[in-house]
Nanobody, 116 residues
Framework: QVQLAESGGGMVEAGGSLRLSCASS????????THWFRQAPGKEREFVAG????????DYADSVKGRFSISRDNANNTVYLQMNNVKPEDTAVYYC?????????WGQGTQVTVSS
């Protein structure tokens, strides 16, 4: 059973925008913080952005501050990552992650490719 499903990835030119979605089938999803991570070829997976259960608190990696925005729609069990002014170095597979009762749950990832 897929509990987190990312979508919205694709190819975009540098300076463009993309919105990623993370849809959850977890019944209590709205109770948990959720994060976006990314992994570029040959690199370790890294934190991108995080949001608490209510959406009232967010956090970003320095590399995306001012360009990316995380939000959530708890009525629809979905977390979003709005990516603006993307750069070639944003190219990666993007994953969403949550933790339910201490157990990590990851999505399958969505590919984002930024051309220069």
């Amino acid at each position: 059973q897929v509990q987190l499903a990312e979508s919205g990835g694709g190819m975009v030119e540098a300076g463009g925008s993309l919105r990623l979605s993370c849809a959850s089938s977890i019944r209590s999803f709205s109770r948990y913080a959720t994060h976006w991570f990314r992994q570029a070829p040959g690199k370790e997976r890294e934190f991108v952005a995080g949001i608490n259960w209510s959406g009232g608190s967010t956090d970003y990696a320095d590399s995306v501050k001012g360009r990316f925005s995380i939000s959530r729609d708890n009525a629809n069990n979905t977390v979003y990552l709005q990516m603006n002014n993307v750069k070639p170095e944003d190219t990666a597979v993007y994953y969403c992650r949550t933790a339910v009762d201490g157990k990590e749950i990851w999505g399958q990832g969505t590919q984002v490719t930024v051309s220069s």
